[in-house]
């Protein structure tokens, strides 16, 4: 046979000279810093780009072990999804103790001022599968873990501080009842179905819970805006064994911000990764999120007078009884290296606590600790999970544990049981009474049955306590979240009961709801196994009251073309960044646009793929030529026409006048949330502005529009 005339060479492709393959595929060679591809095993590949054949068109050969270790290898990359919180997204960072808490705990990482331990962080959607959209309308999961000096500590919360059901024998039914449903298989991500919603009018217990989902808490504008709590009442213990009970919260450094559902519904499709790339755009900016970490502390005698039962996950505790007292800062600084070596790797277990916390017996913690541990084994697929480097504490270990599969780290030596008489180092490791784990002596007593405290009975007086806490803005995202919800509900009688659940809760609510469903008659309240209380509102249950006062990890939206302004766009571009915002430009071309006195200045995106909900705020630039082409441009009236809509700040120039109208919007009736630019001084007035965020008046008159 006549070997065939090989085809390689090297060829040069843009800025880069490449070997040209047999099948005049493009692909580089190892030379100079470039590695040597090699086999698993370590041996080198010659070609990668060409299976073994017998003959230049003959079969190929079972013999060429490179293919198959390649393919096989391939074939088994994917492992189970977390059947919840499936899609989530992590950073590295640390974790600072600024006040320490040495008189309730003994914990070593809460002791000395000024110390830090590495952290691990993943946040998440709870519903969706993990290919599923960042915008789903969820809770959002914020699991953290503590490489601590005494092992790992795991604080795996919830960005609400609330759940929906009080015992973890209910977690099945009501996470299968919010998935898709199982014979059609969808809606994906989305809790507006008849199942979800058949499930909650069944569930009172679930109201406190769904007032919050329902919120704009359920829709964050990103993971850096939203706070974390742990949920669960747990105990901190000191080294003589005196227990305090603890609520852990995490608040943003940046504030709180959410983004509303129109807008919502549209990132989805705009950027199903929005969330993700916010936190990974942040990061590489060296734009660190922060949170700071606070406990709310209290005793038996408080825990006694409560409303509620502090073992109750369905409750709070208002920070007006019992303040949060500030501890430390998370700082997350460091993007993964491998996604799925960390993110999807990393395992959170409720039962991960360090000598100093304990849990209490609220029986949704108590379930979760057998959940974690358990679903780890059947994702992870090994004992052993606990040796993946990003599981594995950073503090020195020593078990008698040995083999499974995977096993990396094995005793060393002849000893791997104990008691044993070898003795000194040769005999392992021993037990430490002095500062080993010890579990708080709580007391227990009662007899043995299925049954629910009856302090556990009241499901509606914190709901209607969040509800009262929001501004009316607020509320009105509310009433409109569920009848969204509700409107996709097929069956009737399942909306109709909700609202009555509603109605013991909030009779204008119940009546906003009923409205908007195109209810004839409200239906009779719930009947409540407990009367509900008309408790205080709480200011911290707010969105709006808790925002920034800066404008800062924001980011501006510049509409410009050919002709733009060049000193407008250089004053915008130094007032944002003073504010330590950014801005992206948009523009007719990604080549980017040559302002006014010729500057080529590049741009973020493209119109098209640039809608105005990737931003907070916008700024319309364009020079009057390119005004009137954009004026007859879809895409640049929905620009304008949703930031409008979305409530946002709008930065505008005189020469815009037919591309607002064009939006449905005429200059001299333009509210207080547009700002004429007409100097350059005028682009600090509006970053400024900006630092509310929205103009919430405006909102009343857009449904109007
Ligand atoms: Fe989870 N939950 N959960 N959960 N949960 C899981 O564990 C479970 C609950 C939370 O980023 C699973 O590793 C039960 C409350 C977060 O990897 C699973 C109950 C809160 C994460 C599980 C709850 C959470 C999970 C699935 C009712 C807020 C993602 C994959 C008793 C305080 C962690 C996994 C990550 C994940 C069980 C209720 C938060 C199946 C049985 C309440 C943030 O073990």
Known sequence: MTKQPSHRDAVTLGDQTVQRGTGGETHQTAQGDVPTLTTQLGVPVADNQNTLKAGTRGPSLLEDFHFREKIFHFDHERIPERVVHARGYGAHGFFELTHPLSDVTCADALQRKGERVPAFV??????????????????????????????????????????????????PDMVHAVKEEPDRAFPQAQSAHDNFWDFISLTPESMNMIMWVMSDRGIPRSFRFMEGFGVHTF?????????????????????????????????????????????????????????????QLFDDEFADSFDFDILDATKLIPEELVPVRPVGRLVLDRMVDNFFAETEQVAFCTQNIVPGIDFTNDPLLQG????????QLKRLGSTNFTHLPINAPKCPFHTLQQDGHMAMHNPKGRVNYEPNSWGGQEGGPRENPQ?????????????KERVRSEKFADHYSQARQFYKSQTPTEQTHIQQAIIFE???????????????????????????????????????????????????????????????????????GVLATDGTDDALLAALEEATKAEGATLEIVAPHIGGIVTSTGRHVPAG?????????????????????GSKQLATDADARDFVADAYAHAKFIGYTPCTAALLSKAGLEHKTLDDGFVALTSPTTAKKFVTTCRALRFWPREASVHAV
């Open 122 to 171: 993943r946040f998440s959607t709870v519903a969706g599968s993990k290919g599923s959209f960042d915008l789903a309308r969820d809770a959002r999961g914020f699991a953290v873990k503590l490489y601590t000096k005494q092992g790992n500590w795991d604080i795996v919360g919830n960005n609400i501080p609330v759940f929906f059901i009080q015992d973890a024998i209910k977690f």
């Open 605 to 625: 995106q493209r119109l098209p793929g640039g809608p105005s909900v990737l931003y907070d705020a916008v700024v319309l630039l364009p020079s009057e030529q």
């Open 486 to 556: 509700l409107s996709k509900v097929e069956t009737p009688a399942i909306r109709a009961r909700v609202v009555s659940h509603l109605r013991t809760l909030h009779t204008e609510l119940a009546q906003a709801v009923a409205t908007g469903l195109g209810l004839k008659d409200l239906p009779p309240a719930a009947p409540p196994a407990r009367p509900p209380l008309d408790l205080p509102p709480s200011a911290a249950l707010s969105i709006v009251k808790n925002g920034p006062n800066s404008f800062a990890g924001r980011k501006i």
């Open 368 to 375: 979760r600790n057998f959940s974690y541990l358990d679903t």
């Open 235 to 295: 105990r901190l213990v000191t080294a003589q064994g005196k227990a305090t009970y603890a609520k852990f919260h995490w608040k943003p450094k940046q504030g709180l911000q959410s983004v509303v559902w129109n807008e919502a519904v549209k990132l989805n499709g705009a950027d199903p990764d929005f969330h993700r790339r916010d936190l990974w755009n942040a990061i590489q900016a060296g734009q660190y999120p922060e949170w700071e970490l606070g406990v």
């Open 435 to 447: 500062t080993g784990f010890k579990s708080f002596p709580a007391e227990v007593s009662g007899l």
